[in-house]
């Protein structure tokens, strides 16, 4: 736990160091030459901790190694076993193979966190916070496809290339079949643009807001319940996940955690954003599918390895709230200070529940 908080501290002090710009809404902005500064040393600090890590460190550490160490991914899609094939021909040492997924991984997400994110600092807060670097530990396959799915994201909100973004989806698929789910982001490409308009108006209706946010309560609940009938739904898109029902994975439940504050979130997004910004849909369609399976997640833990495809989102989208919302100053005052209290709450208790086995933390030469 240590190396965590002297590492995350380091990265306070040079976020710090770097937010000496203007302020706007209580998200700073700072200049592209100390961006780049900011987030290539999280970069280095984040790799270098996972990469480091003793094969005790993550639930799947131990798994992986033994795998790459016996040469045995012949069960791993196609980029996964050029990767590996290439990886071994330089090392056949585990810890090499954590450190390239951790660059990887931690690269292209902090890429596109530098493409779309109106606080880079504030992102990478959430990106610990809400444990979503440290799910990278364990699904290393599946971690640098989400991370490949999340920079297609970025450009599908900007409504760049769709070609990029389809390259980017093939490439995701190459190394996990999991990574077709990002196909539902191709529907911000036909997203009707509007205009841009004065935050602080009232322009909404609460009756529509909280009559959408019933519903998807409504869907979440009715999945939780019928829980059958949400493993039939998901073993139609991914026939190849049928195996694990009759794994250990079948008796494993998940936390109440998730499903309690993603969905706290989707209705602070949903009542706070105005109506008619034009990114509000965009990172509301994420939201609502997170939600709903982090309810199915209560029941069968394993949907876990589904929801990072679209849990991800929260690191662009909360900061993207705080700017873009009705309130005055003093009011984003307290909603900047609740959602920080929010994260780092959710981060001590997910620490105190043995996330992913990532605590306690050991060096690979300590081990």
Partial sequence: ???????????????????????KGYIVEITLCR????????????SFIEGARAYSVGSDTALYAFLYSNNDFSSFEILNKVMLCTLRNISTSPTFYFFICAILTNGIILYAIYRESNCVTYSL???????????????LRQAIAYALVFLAYTYSIEKASIVKFITLLILAIGFHTSAILGVVYLINYFVKDEKEINCKKKNFSFAKEFLLLGIVLIIAVFFYIRIDLAVKFGSKILPGYVRYLNSRYANEVGGIRQPVVYTLILICFRILVPSKDKKKLMFSIPLVISVILSFIHLRYAYVSRFTCYFDITIVLAIPYMLENNILNKKSKCVLNVFVSMLAIIYMGYSCYCGYMQVIPYSFVWNA
């Fill in 1 to 23: 736990m240590s190396i965590y908080m002297i590492a995350f501290s380091f990265l306070v002090l040079i976020s710090l160091s770097v937010n000496n710009g203007k302020i």
């Fill in 125 to 139: 807060f959430i990106f610990i916070s809400f444990m979503i670097y440290f799910t990278s530990f364990n699904a």
């Fill in 35 to 46: 961006k780049r500064f900011f987030l290539i040393t999280s970069l280095v600090v984040l």
